[in-house]
């Protein structure tokens, strides 16, 4: 082990185009890329091939299997005839499909349970975390399949429990560098309602972790060496059939239990730590989840974004076991509460005895993206 080794996440270029239980989270943004071709020629007639724009609408049934990039040859038809928008769908219905897979519960041999609602763990959570490939001394991570903690964490863990102790793009577990892939989906520090951190993970597949160990991009001298005789990182790339580089970064909430609903989450028994960095079993529920994948399509990688659907907004009139629905990140009832900034409770005219975020969409959900949503959400 060179203990003289400095750990530190690879750098490539990633250029956005535009920014569980399935009927709880919804697409928010979906980071396509359109692409607009110079050239002139013929459209093919790739769309004539799809009934009444069939590949508009997302398919059915819902399945446990997603293809991993876009239909390339539609794409390029698309293109050609400027429908844009349409091209933007297919994207937002890959985003949606390949969801639903990460979110499929899996028996332990990895088969897809039956049906979606089935108990099971979920494909991502066998996946690593940035924690274990960019260690602190810079040595080589556990094989794929094994797992590491990070450190300072000296609990028995008997029951494989997540530890998430992230709370904002500045809060490196292990003492690596693992900022430059964090602030891509992340911001500071959030608090929601009830006064509790946000905590994050960030999580590569198999693919990814293959990539970065086989190449030592694990450490700066393994990076600076690559460097030397090649001139940038090249992810393997997504599919049609094939899966290639993904990387997904969780948001969670800690579920107060006199107002918050778990039933209406996906939750997990977690590590998380204090005010004083002690790590206690608390339980938590997803609030977003950030879809990297480096596909053919877009080499500069696409992005999709799932929020749950109290983020920001709820059904007050809505109650689920005697319990009112609430919004996560807003108090509709405070006119006067800072929007989107970090809470200062010295200045905060809302009179509140708590550090909490107000919270507020700046950039709307297209309607068209609140339409598909709309039906995935159906099924």
Same mark, same amino acid.
């Given at each position: 082990?060179?203990?003289n080794?400095?750990?530190?996440s690879?750098?490539?270029s990633r250029i956005?185009?535009s ?6 989270l ?6 396509g ?7 002139e020629?013929?459209p093919d ?7 009444? /724009? $069939? ?8 399945v ?5 990039d876009i239909?390339?040859?539609?794409k ?7 429908k ?10 890959v $985003?949606?499909q /390949?969801?639903i ?5 899996v028996? $332990?041999s ?7 609602s089935?108990?099971g763990r ?16 810079g ?14 964490f000296?609990?028995?863990n ?9 709370? $904002?793009?500045?809060?490196?577990q292990?003492?690596?560098n693992v ?8 911001t500071?520090?959030?608090w929601?309602q009830?006064g509790?951190l ?5 999580m590569m597949?198999?693919s ?5 160990? /086989?190449?030592?991009?694990? /450490?700066i ?6 460097s ?14 094939k ?13 107060d239990?006199?107002?918050d ?14 005010e004083?960095?002690?790590y ?7 609030v ?27 059904n007050?009139l ?8 609430q ?13 989107n900034?970090?809470?200062?409770l010295?200045?905060d ?7 909490k975020?107000?919270?507020q969409?700046?950039?709307p ?6 339409a598909?949503n709309?039906?995935v959400?159906?099924?």
């Open positions: 082990m060179n203990n080794k400095q750990s530190s690879p750098v490539s956005v185009s920014p569980l239980i399935i009927p709880l919804t697409l928010a943004i979906t980071l890329f359109v692409s607009c071709l110079n050239k020629k013929e007639k790739t769309t004539k091939n799809h009934t009444l /724009n $069939s590949y508009l609408q997302y398919p059915e049934p819902l446990a299997k997603a293809p991993f239909d390339l040859k539609l390029e038809s698309l293109d050609n005839q400027k844009f928008v349409e091209v933007q769908r297919l994207f937002e219905i $985003s949606w /390949n969801f897979a990460l979110n499929w519960p028996s $332990s990895g088969q897809p349970k039956a049906i979606m089935d108990k979920y494909p991502w959570q066998d996946w690593k975390e940035s924690y274990e490939v960019y260690l602190t001394d040595s080589t991570p556990k094989p794929w399949g094994t797992h590491s903690l990070p450190s300072g000296t609990m028995e008997q029951n494989n429990s997540p530890i998430i102790s992230r709370t $904002s793009r500045g809060d490196l292990n003492g690596a900022e430059d892939e964090f602030k891509q989906a992340f500071d520090a959030i929601d009830n509790n946000v905590r994050y993970q960030v597949n198999q990814e972790f293959d990539y970065i160990v /086989n190449n030592e991009l694990y /450490n001298e393994g990076q600076v060496a690559f030397k005789n090649n001139p940038t990182i090249i992810f393997p790339s997504n599919s049609r059939e899966e290639g580089a993904t990387e997904i970064k969780l948001a969670w909430k800690q579920m239990p006199s107002v609903i778990p039933e209406r989450f996906l939750t997990v028994e977690a590590y998380v730590t204090d004083k960095g002690e206690s079993i608390k339980t938590m529920g997803l977003g989840m950030h879809i990297a994948m480096k596909t053919i399509s877009s080499p500069q990688w696409t992005w999709a974004t799932f929020e749950h659907v109290d983020n920001v907004q709820a007050s809505k109650y689920v076991n005697g319990k009112q629905v919004a996560s990140f807003n108090d509709p009832t405070c006119d006067i509460c800072p929007i900034v970090f809470p200062n010295s200045g005219y809302s009179n509140s005895t708590i550090k975020n107000q919270i969409r700046v950039v959900i297209s309607k068209e993206t609140q598909l709309k039906q959400q159906k099924l």
